[in-house]
């Protein structure tokens, strides 16, 4: 099925935009500390699940978002009320930074009553319409067709939001990508591909399993630009993403970022990462960790103290507490629940 839509009177050049990357992004006090707050929750929370899922109160998979916060707040920081967000399985994150309820998160992947998805979709599957959250998805790959289709949503409305669909470097080899990128620049649909480049995918390197490994240019053979982003400088990300989700709302088709980020944990709870050294992992905490350059410049620029910082922290793990207490208070569904909203 076509797309019956009125294409701009003069068609921007999509290899003049991928070539112009834009500028880091100037943050007065108040968007440092929310950036700062923001970040410094995705880790709190992801360093309680961790703890919680070694004392098996989580259990099946559990996918950590640390050391990638910069990404999902930065992005966040783009959006309008309509648009939305739909990522893979390393989603907590992205839940978070759109808005959803840190209890309702917690008690999801503990399997309670309370959660998302009522307790039956774990760590992987839960959304929130509201919140303009569609997924949280387990199959690599499948949520960029089905962000894909999300903008064509848009477009048949006739409304002018745009969807982020957030995927990985080992995603990026999937066929199902080239297929949406395809019919996305065909039918010009308003979606920001992020692709979000911790190097490592599963457990092998990008220089080991990609022939390109600037995947930016994944886009190209469709015409579609795309940028490479420092992933770790909240900034960046804002810059660049403001750039690419106004290339889509102004109805020039989709946009390519690639953002270079970092996982500190494994690909999982279960994944040992003996396939990188102790050594670099430490390098990248100590000079790019994303939280700690935003925190150094707040301080620097007199934004706030050292104890009012503390003081944000300290506020900070209270809530993520809470939503530890009340998911493991929280009661499991009950039995009857067990094939309710299961599509069969």
């Known amino acids: 099925m076509a797309v019956a839509k009125k294409k701009p009177a003069a068609q921007p050049d999509a290899k003049s935009a991928a070539e112009t990357p834009a500028k880091l992004a100037e943050f007065g006090k108040d968007q440092d500390i929310a950036a700062y707050r923001d970040m410094l929750s995705i880790r709190r929370f992801e360093e309680k699940a961790g703890q919680m899922y070694g004392m098996g109160l989580i259990g099946g998979f559990c996918h950590l978002y640390i050391g990638q916060e910069a990404v999902v707040v930065g992005m966040q920081m783009t959006l309008r009320k309509g648009d939305q967000v739909i990522t893979g399985y390393r989603d907590h994150g992205h839940m978070l930074a759109c ?33 303009g959250f569609y997924g949280g998805h387990g199959i690599v790959g499948a949520q960029v067709p089905l962000g894909t289709g999300l903008a064509f949503a848009n477009v048949y409305r006739g409304n002018d939001h745009v969807c982020l669909t957030y995927f990985g470097d080992g995603a990026a080899t999937q066929g199902q990508v080239y297929e949406a990128f395809n019919m996305a620049e065909l039918w010009k649909l308003p979606v920001v591909y992020v692709i979000e480049n911790n190097r490592y995918a599963m457990g092998t390197a990008i220089t080991r399993s990609s ?8 886009g190209l053979s469709f015409n579609i630009p795309g940028e490479q982003v420092d992933g770790m400088d909240v900034r960046a990300v804002k810059s660049a993403g403001e750039k690419a989700v106004q290339w889509c709302r102004d109805g020039n ?11 500190y944990r494994g690909h999982s709870m279960s994944d040992p990462a003996k396939y990188r050294t102790r050594e670099e992992v430490e390098k990248v905490r100590t000079e790019h960790d994303p939280i700690e350059q935003v925190r150094q410049r707040i301080l620097e620029k007199k934004f706030a103290s050292e104890d009012q910082l503390k003081k944000i922290d300290a506020e900070v793990r209270e809530r993520v507490n809470q939503a530890a207490e009340f998911a493991t208070h929280d009661p499991e569904p009950d039995a009857a629940e067990l094939y309710t909203d299961v599509w069969r």
């Not at 022939?211 to 994944?218: G, M, Y």
């Not at 088709?253 to 996982?263: A, D, H, K, S």
């Open 99 to 131: 808005g959803m309820d840190p209890k309702g998160v917690m008690a999801e992947l503990t399997g309670r009553r309370g959660g998302y998805s009522k307790g039956k979709g774990g760590s992987m599957h839960m959304f929130s319409v509201q919140e």
């Open 211 to 218: 022939a390109e490994t600037n995947l930016s240019r994944r």
């Open 253 to 263: 088709g989709p946009f390519i970022l690639e953002m270079m980020t970092y996982r």
